[in-house]
């Protein structure tokens, strides 16, 4: 069984288009994120949500949307695609575990989903 | 502007060389983690580092984190083509609701 399973793999659109990325993890996290990897490999955290807090990366438009139906899901919308959106788009998962101050739980990453805008 | 930055950005070697991937910040993080990505498939955790100036070793990676808190570097010896892939750090902020936050990678390759 995959632990975090994200769809679809391959997405291309039109500019202007909605399109939606759905993420499930069956690893009884408490935490899901998503991520954007550029290009140039460049990893950047979008959000970041449990049942209690969404944290949302300030940077991210808000054309960028999580909608998290239930505790193993957190899916990504998108309204009105751009060019620059391209890039693959990595859901991840993690339990909080508390070391002192910091949080050192392990996330568990999606195969990614490659969206490509025309 | 990166908080992490990862020297070097590209590495090519042969296989039997050793090699060193640094992560350099000027904030300090509560905890670094190191990441490896093959192509075609999301990252996949190495280590977890929480100390300052502690050191974990994997079979024929070690790990550093550096004093302050601030740095960490992973050294490879003896490298082997299954070690290539892209090499991440990732640094928890506890001002940023401790979100991990990426360095730009290092894109490692080891000819046979």
């Known amino acids: 069984d995959t632990a975090v399973s994200q769809t679809p793999k391959y997405l291309v659109t039109q500019m202007g288009n909605d399109k939606s990325i759905k993420c499930e993890q069956n690893l009884g996290h408490d935490t899901m994120y998503w991520y954007k990897q550029d290009s140039k490999k460049f990893l950047k955290i979008m959000f970041s949500y449990n049942n209690k807090e969404l944290i949302i990366n300030e940077t991210v438009p808000n054309r960028f949307s999580p909608k998290s139906p239930d505790k193993a899901h957190l899916n990504l919308h998108i309204n009105s695609l751009e060019l620059g959106d391209s890039a693959v788009y990595f859901c991840?998962?993690?339990?909080?575990?508390?070391?002192?101050?910091?949080?050192?739980?392990?996330?568990?990453f999606g195969e990614g989903s490659r969206l490509t805008v025309l | 502007t990166q908080l992490l930055e990862q020297s070097p950005q590209f590495l090519s070697i042969q296989e039997g060389e050793n090699l060193t991937v640094y992560c350099n910040s000027s904030s300090v993080f509560s905890s670094l983690q190191w990441y490896r990505q093959e192509p075609g498939e999301g990252p996949v955790l190495l280590v977890t580092?929480?100390?300052?100036?502690e050191v974990k070793k994997l079979k024929r990676l070690t790990f550093q984190f550096g004093d302050a808190r601030k740095d960490s570097s992973l050294h490879i010896t003896a490298a082997q083509p299954g070690d290539t892939g892209l090499y991440l750090c990732?640094?928890?902020?506890?001002?940023?609701?401790?979100?991990?936050?990426f360095g730009g990678g290092t894109r490692l390759m080891v000819k046979p």
């Open positions: 990732a640094g928890v902020n506890n001002t940023a609701g401790n979100m991990l936050t």
């Open positions: 991840a998962s993690s339990q909080v575990v508390r070391k002192g101050r910091t949080n050192t739980g392990e996330l568990f």
């Open positions: 580092v929480v100390t300052g100036g």
